[in-house]
T-cell receptor
Framework: KNQVEQSPQSLIILEGKNCTLQ??????????LRWYKQDTGRGPVSLTI?????NTKSNGRYTATLDADTKQSSLHITASQLSDSASYIC?????????????FGTGTRLTIIP | DAMVIQNPRYQVTQFGKPVTLSCSQT?????MYWYQQKSSQAPKLLFH???????NEADTPDNFQSRRPNTSFCFLDIRSPGLGDAAMYLC??????????????FGPGTRLLVL
């Protein structure tokens, strides 16, 4: 059964600090891995999309890593800001065009405090 | 400018009274998706359209239907809403399918309340 597990469930850090969110997956066949940011009451916004051959990808202060061998990914946030408070969702895409499947993690709820 | 628009943002309906949620996009994307998201849970895909081809998830209740009359618009019809259908409904689009590494663009969602 395809699964995406995220940890921690929730995290509180001080503004300006760094943090790392984890994602483990058992999805096959693997197509790509995505990280989304979802503000409360809003739709998710794509941060990164990584394929099997990519180890790291950055989007501003967000850096995602992927280890396809161990089926793990992480999202590192540098110099956190209050606006980073949101849920971060890891999503793995599997299958081929026309028969695609997205498996969502339940997210990490990040709170940045001043 | 908003690229994926959902109306209304908030919808209140009565138990068993049909309701329609709408989604429109200005991106001219081929694929449109409907998700259901309950509090503190991940979005759950209900169905998606690849152009006019309709793809229903196996566990989507029969109570949920969808229409895509043209490229820009997609509707979610809930024929007889139950209390358990109260949730945020998210519409998303992508130029091609997710296996093609295309970015999904989500709308702001419609929050449905069933009384």
């Amino acid at each position: 059964k395809n699964q995406v597990e995220q940890s921690p469930q929730s995290l509180i850090i001080l503004e300006g600090k760094n943090c790392t969110l984890q994602c483990n997956y058992t999805v096959s066949p693997f197509s790509n891995l995505r990280w989304y940011k979802q503000d409360t009451g809003r739709g998710p916004v794509s941060l990164t999309i990584m394929t099997f051959s990519e180890n790291t990808k950055s989007n501003g202060r967000y850096t995602a890593t992927l280890d396809a061998d161990t089926k793990q990914s992480s999202l590192h946030i540098t110099a956190s800001q209050l606006s980073d408070s949101a849920s971060y969702i890891c999503v793995v895409s599997s299958g081929v065009r026309g028969n695609e499947k997205l498996t969502f993690g339940t997210g990490t709820r990040l709170t940045i405090i001043p | 400018d908003a690229m994926v628009i959902q109306n209304p943002r908030y919808q209140v309906t009565q138990f068993g009274k049909p309701v329609t949620l709408s989604c429109s996009q200005t991106l001219n994307h081929n694929v449109m998706y409907w998700y259901q998201q309950k509090s503190s849970q991940a979005p759950k895909l209900l169905f998606h359209y690849y152009d006019k081809d309709f793809n229903n998830e196996a566990d989507t209740p029969d109570n949920f239907q969808s229409r895509r009359p043209n490229t820009s618009f997609c509707f979610l019809d809930i024929r007889s809403p139950g209390l358990g259908d109260a949730a945020m409904y998210l519409c998303a689009t992508s130029r091609d399918g997710v296996a093609a590494q295309e970015t999904q663009y989500f709308g702001p969602g419609t929050r449905l309340l069933v009384l």
